[in-house]
C-alpha cells in the first residue's frame, strides 16, 4: 500500500508560480510510475505530467509543457510538481498518482494509488 498527500496549492495571480508536494509512505516512490492530473468541476479527470522513476522518464501534456516540470526527492520520498506561468485554465483539484508496473500512462484509471487532492485557484 502507498498513501499520497498532496500540499502546495493556494491562490495565485495569473502569470505567478506554485510548487505542489505529494509526500508518500508505505513505498519507495521510485519503483512506482508518478503522475500528476487535475479536475474541473464538470469535466473528467485531466493528465498533467507523469514521469518513471526507474529511468526519469517524463511527459507532459501539452498545454503544460515549458511552464511545468516535475522533480523528486528520494531521502524524503516525495515528488514536486513546478507550476510556472499559471493560467486562469490551470485552476482545479491537482492530484498525485502512483502505478505499479513499468508502462508510463496518461490514463487515470490506470493508476492504483491517489491523493485527497490539493486545490489550485489562478485568478486573472
Known amino acids: 500500500q502507498v498513501q499520497l498527500v498532496e500540499s502546495g496549492g493556494g491562490l495565485v495571480q495569473a502569470g505567478g508560480s506554485l510548487r505542489l508536494s505529494c509526500a508518500a509512505s508505505?513505498?519507495?516512490?521510485?519503483?512506482?510510475?508518478m503522475g500528476w492530473f487535475r479536475r474541473t468541476p464538470g469535466k473528467e479527470r485531466e493528465f498533467v505530467a507523469a514521469?518513471?522513476?526507474?529511468?526519469?522518464?517524463?511527459n507532459y501534456a501539452h498545454s503544460v509543457e515549458g511552464r511545468f516540470s516535475l522533480s523528486r526527492d528520494n531521502a524524503k520520498n516525495t515528488v514536486y510538481l513546478e507550476m510556472n506561468s499559471l493560467k486562469h485554465e490551470d485552476t482545479a483539484v491537482y492530484y498525485c498518482?502512483?502505478?505499479?508496473?513499468?508502462?508510463?500512462?496518461?490514463?487515470?484509471?490506470?493508476?492504483?494509488?491517489w491523493g485527497q487532492g490539493t486545490q489550485v485557484t489562478v485568478s486573472s
Open positions: 514521469f518513471k522513476g526507474s529511468d526519469a522518464t517524463t
Open positions: 508505505g513505498r519507495a516512490l521510485d519503483t512506482f510510475i
Open positions: 498518482a502512483a502505478r505499479r508496473g513499468v508502462i508510463l500512462t496518461i490514463t487515470p484509471r490506470e493508476y492504483n494509488y
